[in-house]
């Protein structure tokens, strides 16, 4: 499949924003929220799956491949991110009455959970894989252990750190977190893991922004929607979420632990495709 043929962009605030589109617009809109270091190309299962029943969405996020980068940090952060995701929706769908479902991965969901609320009543159904919301990041600040699987995210919050060494060998960096995370990326080339790698980090430092006034300024992004959570058991980079702990923000919650690692929906994409369809569906 050749993914860029299906690429589409608007000038959002001054940027360039890029997206894949496909499907029908006489269907439902599927939004699928990439993480890091991914592009849309990682949903590539599930797009060839869905495009028949809804029409796909998939956003780049700020920085990564034709959406373009910015110097202003605030452009990173999940209020700029979530204008525009909206100005893509409201792109695609001008009536802003057709049914919304949700999938995002990693740091897709953070996103994905400031949006549900934004989203409404459109928004039918959410699937989050092996990601979190800001607050449920936030309260996992006091364990050790969770701290022991973020270290990456504190050399992130230095500017210019993580970038510089990203470029000095982008496809090696690229591998080893993606293995890392159980995963053999066959996309890797020097140009894709720069472009995935380099500016999209600045979502960490972005994010942590955020995570420091969100007891001030930001309500309970809560789920309006039932949710189903796919976790992978053997993820390096996150603790095993808890039922009670995604219910302080979700009501109506299915939580599926699973065999495997953080990018299931690449390493099992047959089996995540089919939890991800009847939960859309039943």
Known sequence: MNMRQKEHSITTRGLKTAWLQYGSPEKPILLMLHGYPDSPECYRYQIDYFKKDFQVV????????????SKKIDRFRLDALATDTLDV??????SDQRKV???SHDMGAPLAWHLMPLLGSRLEKSVVMNGLSLRQMLRRWKFLSQHRRFWY???MQFPGLLENIFRVAPVSFKRWMVRLGGRVDSLTTKNHAKTTLINPSKQYRAFMLD???MGKYHPSNNCPCPLLVLWGAKDPFLNLPTRDEILMDAK??????LEGSHWMHLKKHEMINK?????FTV
Do not use: A, N, Q
Not at 58 to 69: A, L, N, T
Not at 252 to 257: P, Q
């Open 252 to 257: 109506k919650l299915t939580i599926r632990m």
């Open 101 to 103: 479902y949700l999938l």
């Open 211 to 213: 995570m420091l006034k």
């Open 153 to 155: 995210i504190y050399l």
């Open 58 to 69: 998939v956003p780049y996020v700020r920085g990564c491949g034709p959406s373009e980068s």
């Open 89 to 94: 929706l409201k792109h695609v769908d001008p």
């Open 275 to 279: 939890l991800v369809f009847d939960h």
